[in-house]
């Protein structure tokens, strides 16, 4: 036993580690046994990687390919295409992926790296001629002579927002969106062309309702809405889709899963870093757009959303679609009470003094962008009614940390009030997303001895041990399922919508009142006062760690 990091608790961890370990940890990860999707290969294709010579092409999308490869996901002839307007040679390339593997602690001595780098080619392009999207076509077509790849494409947007546009319109008007299922192809075209055509376009979605509706027309005019891969890496966490089996593939939390036995909901995205380099980019952004508005409203979406007909693509975004849609509307007063903003200011993290947000390289001395946003949400259905979900994500707070945490109503009535011990904590089940994934849950217990004294404890599933390895950051699995043709974990553009709805008036509000108090919490601590009062108010208090 030892003592929890609140200091509240005692972990029963190895009770539940014995319930958990099983003889074969393979046979448990099993998907048909956890009723998930059987393991297929995707069909050989070009992935055009478009920003291929930056942060997120080298930090997450060739190691999460590279990782691919690994363990066998990739089809035979597999074949990446980096586009950028930096000039380089397909060797430049491969030797610029090579650093950036060993970079990420990958073996690149091997066999596996050479068949990886016979797959590694690089396009140079400006976007705004049309005559790039020209050699881009004629380059993919010698490509599937020589690798295979039978003209399925699967184009990705690793570029900044700004420029997602006008690649979309120039594969568009080159014809490169088009592929043979495309009903609106004449017949000569659509028998000239093979091969499926898909897109994975990165987050942001837009900065805002009238910019996403803006961005979804261009998309619109050049792919259909299932060519349409919108990613959200959250979803690709597998304690995020754990919620779903948790939720779906057991008897025991379905039942209690509703208003008459939930209290309340806390989603937490908390990171101790600050902006580090990106603070231009944060600048236009801020932590309602850059978190709130996409990743929690996802992980809220599944925590919340009504049992699926089946585990596809569109009845679990249907459910996603309608959860969203009935969260009730932020008006004039709601977005002052039920959201607020914070920014940093200096202070200290992990025994580091660290500088105020408006000291970042790259942000205004007089910045009025947020670092912290906290929302009250509503959702008006039989489910939930009644039942506040309390969402927030902030920069440099006291620690890294992701999670939801259900938290049960109080007994209705105490059987022990009248012992030495009288005061008992609700039952909370606490989904850890990040780091040490796993579910834990709290329950009262007696402690040993002559006397009815209660103790909360916790049984907790740790993923490292039940499963026996690290989970990933989710980009692999994602793009496997984009390679699969399967968007059941990518936002579909209705849903982009609803949320973008959602939290419209609040962004109209902090827009018209400029925040007087910035910078209001200091760094290292969990955020401004009024984080408190939103939970105080409704007699609650957000978690402590
Ligand atoms: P970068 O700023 O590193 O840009 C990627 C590449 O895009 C650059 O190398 C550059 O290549 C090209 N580029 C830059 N500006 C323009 C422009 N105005 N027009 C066309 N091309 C341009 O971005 P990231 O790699 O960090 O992010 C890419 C996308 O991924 C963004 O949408 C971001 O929001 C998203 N994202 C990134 C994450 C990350 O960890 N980096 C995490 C989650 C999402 P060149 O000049 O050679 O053309």
Redesign the pocket.
């Known amino acids: 036993m030892s003592s929890d990091a609140s200091g509240d608790t005692t972990i029963l961890s190895w009770g539940l580690v014995l319930l958990l370990t099983v003889d074969n940890p393979h046979e448990v990860v099993n998907p048909l046994r956890l009723g998930m999707r059987v393991e297929r290969t995707p069909e050989p294709c070009i992935m055009v990687i ?11 999308l060739l190691p999460a390919l590279f990782g691919l490869a690994r363990s066998r996901h990739l089809p035979t002839g597999f074949t990446i295409l980096g ?4 000039d ?1 040679s397909d060797d430049a390339f491969r030797q610029s992926t090579k650093e950036a593997l060993e970079k990420e602690g990958e073996d690149v001595s091997g066999p596996l790296w050479e068949s990886f780098a016979k797959g590694l080619f690089y396009q ?2 400006d ?1 705004s001629d049309p005559g790039s999207f020209t050699a881009l076509g004629k380059r993919l077509v010698e490509l599937d002579a020589v690798r295979g790849t039978c003209g399925n494409r699967m184009f990705y ?8 546009s ?2 979309i319109n120039g594969l568009g008007k080159a014809g490169l969106s088009r592929d043979a299922f495309d009903p609106s192809a004449g017949d000569a075209d659509a028998k000239a062309l093979q091969g499926w055509v898909r897109i994975i376009i ?3 979605f837009g900065r805002s309702l009238a910019s996403a509706r803006a961005l979804q027309r261009d998309v619109g005019r050049a792919f259909r809405e299932d060519q349409v891969y919108r ?1 959200d ?1 959250y979803l690709g966490k597998e304690t995020v889709q754990n919620v779903l089996a948790l939720r779906f593939a057991n008897l025991l939390f379905e039942p209690v899963w509703n208003r008459r036995y939930i209290d309340h909901v806390q989603i937490t995205v908390a990171e101790s870093l600050g902006v580090e380099k ?1 603070g231009a ?1 944060y600048e236009e952004s801020g932590a309602l757009r850059d978190m709130i508005q996409n990743h929690l409203m996802q992980v809220l979406s599944i925590v919340a959303m009504e049992p699926p007909a089946s585990f596809k693509a569109n009845p679990v975004r249907d459910e996603t679609v309608k959860l969203v849609r009935a969260i009730r509307p932020f008006d004039a007063e709601s977005a002052r009470t039920s959201a607020v903003r914070g920014q940093y200011g200096r202070g200290w993290v992990h025994v580091t003094a660290v500088p105020g947000y408006r000291e970042e390289t790259g942000v205004a001395a007089d910045s009025p962008t947020e670092t912290f946003a906290a929302v009250k949400l509503t959702i008006d259905n039989w489910r939930w009614a009644g039942v506040p979900f309390y969402v927030r994500s902030g920069k440099r707070l006291s620690h890294k940390l992701s999670e939801v945490a259900i938290s049960f109503r109080k007994l209705p009535h105490l059987l022990f009030a009248d012992g030495p011990q009288s005061d008992v904590e609700d039952n909370a089940l606490v989904i850890r997303i990040q780091p040490d994934e796993g579910i834990s849950l709290r329950f009262e217990a007696k402690l040993p001895g002559p006397h009815m004294i209660l103790r909360p404890v916790r049984m907790d599933m740790h993923y490292g041990t039940a499963f026996g390895g690290p989970t990933t950051d989710g980009y692999g699995r994602l793009i496997l399922d984009a390679l699969l043709g399967d968007g059941t974990l990518f936002p579909r553009y209705d849903w982009v919508e609803a949320s973008w709805t959602l939290f419209a008036p609040v962004q109209e509000a902090w827009k018209n009142e400029r925040p007087q108090n910035f910078a209001n919490y200091e760094a290292g601590t969990w955020g401004p006062a009024e984080a408190r009062q939103l939970l105080e108010q409704d007699g609650r208090r957000w978690r402590r760690f």
């Open positions: 478009a920003g291929a010579s930056g942060d997120l092409c080298y930090r997450k586009l950028a307007r930096t380089m140079p392009a976007y947007l690793a570029v900044p927002p700004s420029a997602f006008t690649i990165e987050k942001p990613i890496h990106r980019y």
